[in-house]
């Protein structure tokens, strides 16, 4: 939304920008290092650092290393705030620019590390950490997107200070994301999948799984809308739920009604697609891990029970066909027949599902949806001068999100002149930054929002480890 935008751009101002950060050793004169000084990152993983060492061995192109060392470090060297809550490690990661913990931000910010994190007790802990935090969070309020570091403080965000809906302290802003909650069962499995680790699975964990279990079941609204409202003063209509802050009518089907879609822009119709195939495979991951780490099956059945609920509607209710016939999978549907089709670039979105393990990348029908996603029949979709890829209303037309560029490098990793194009994309839309933006202008990429936005570079990072395995070759090559 334009009036977050603004609002990063004065913390950024305040002097909050990576720009201004001490320079040190690097490959030559014009790829000086924009991490922190070392004595200035707030977290420091040996098991990182190695890995920053031997990925960049890999790179061949000099701007691709670079952006490589700002990137994949970002989230640990400036968003962790490491703290002790009774006796137990605590975690708390901003979302870059903002000082706030989004659920989702926060949980993918960490994900690049989690195969380092077996033989890094540190990184262990940052997690250990995380997860209990988020569960904290999740008991505070599950209908919340964002929270701050002091449960007992009261936003200070300007764009929220005035939202009609039930505020509480802890909480930075309260809009209801499906994939809020999904993103935390994500972390917690693949934590426990990487480390085996169950010491973070403890009675408070398992009770914040059983509240998202609740939440989900509240917003099919089987018996009604629920207990949450969200109404916010804006000139812009995606910042506010129509119908007295319900959001949009719908009928009754088994899936998940949403408020926000990830971008955290209101929803056209409130069955967001994406997220709801989210929200089945998640759930399958917890009464996996609810087994294995802690052998309740009442919470397994509970989570495998809505899953298969939520799925017998996606498969009912979660297509539609273009007008040239091409069945796809909707983006929005509302349970009556209507259904729009687009993608937005924050994940999860359509082309994000194969990374998010909800389908198979071999799918036809997921096929058919990725290529008129990365086509003209998303309106979202644009080519400029210097780069192409998916966007969203969040920031406006004829901008394009990087982050839409390495989830196409994900899905697309066996496709190398595909993904020499991304990585020439990637490489020339950073502003002479070294960083990711948020969104940059497709014809002149000195036009971005979020010089600090640590997810964005984070997934780069992430993409590039991947590629390090699987297309090593490519990474030899100079761009």
């Known amino acids: ?21 001490p320079a040190f050793a690097a490959d030559k004169p014009d790829f000086i290092s924009k991490r922190p000084a070392p004595a200035d990152r707030r977290f420091v993983s040996k098991a990182v650092e190695r890995e920053i060492a031997r990925v960049s061995s890999k790179i061949a192109d000099p701007k691709l290393r670079w952006m490589f060392g700002n990137c994949y470090p970002n989230t ?47 990184l262990r802990r940052l997690y250990q950490g995380l ?43 309260r809009k209801w994301e499906i994939d809020s909650l999904c993103y935390p069962i994500r972390l917690a499995h693949d934590y426990w999948k990487a480390t085996g680790d169950t010491s973070p699975f403890d009675a408070q964990w398992a009770e914040s799984a059983r509240t998202i279990i609740r939440t989900f079941r509240e ?26 802050g319900y959001g949009p009518p719908s009928r009754p089907v088994g899936l998940i009604h949403c408020g926000f879609r990830p971008s955290d822009d209101a929803c056209i119709y409130p069955f967001l697609i994406p997220s709801n195939h989210f929200a089945v495979t ?23 029970s809505l899953a298969g609920e939520i799925e017998a509607a996606l ?6 066909r273009l007008r040239d016939g091409r069945e796809v999978i909707a983006y929005e549907v509302d349970g009556f027949g209507n259904a729009v089709f687009m993608d937005d670039a924050n994940v999860p979105s359509l082309s994000s599902l194969a990374y998010l393990r909800c389908v198979d990348r071999s799918d036809p ?65 950073d502003a002479g930054t070294g960083f990711i933006h948020e969104a940059v202008d497709q014809n002149d990429p000195s036009k971005f929002t ?15 480890v991947h590629l390090a395995a699987v297309q090593p070759k490519l990474l030899q090559e100079a761009l």
């Open 76 to 122: 640990l060297d400036t968003t962790v705030k490491m703290g002790v809550v009774d006796g137990k490690p605590d975690a708390f990661v901003i979302t870059g620019d903002i000082d706030a913990l989004w659920l989702r931000d926060s949980s993918a910010q960490v994900r690049p590390y989690l195969h380092l994190a077996r033989e890094d007790a540190d």
């Open 131 to 173: 997860i209990a935090r988020q569960a904290r969070c999740i008991l505070l309020d599950p209908y919340a997107n964002a929270f701050l570091a002091d449960p007992h403080a009261h936003t200070k965000l300007s764009w929220a200070l005035h939202d009609k809906t039930e505020m509480k302290p802890g909480v930075a802003e």
């Open 282 to 304: 998640v759930l399958r991951e917890l009464a996996t891990l609810a087994m294995a780490a802690r052998q309740d099956s009442a919470l397994a059945n509970d989570a495998m």
């Open 450 to 464: 979020r010089d600090w936005f640590a997810w964005a570079n984070g997934l780069f990072g992430e993409l590039l």
């Open 1 to 21: 939304m334009i009036a977050k935008i603004i609002d990063r751009r004065t913390l950024l101002g305040a002097g909050l920008s990576l720009a201004a950060t």
């Open 315 to 320: 498969r009912e209710y979660g297509t539609m």
């Open 219 to 244: 917003q099919q609204r089987k018996h009604g809308p629920g207990p949450y409202r969200f109404q916010r003063s804006s000139d812009r209509p995606t910042e506010t739920l129509m119908l007295d």
């Open 365 to 429: 029908l997921w096929q058919r949806t990725a290529a008129a996603c990365w086509s003209e029949t998303n309106p979202y979709w644009s080519r400029g001068k210097v780069v192409e890829g998916i966007g969203g209303p969040h920031v406006g037309l004829g901008h394009v999100w990087p982050m839409s560029l390495i989830m196409r490098g994900f899905s697309y990793d066996r496709d190398v002149r595909t993904l020499r194009n991304i990585l020439r994309m990637l490489s020339t839309s």
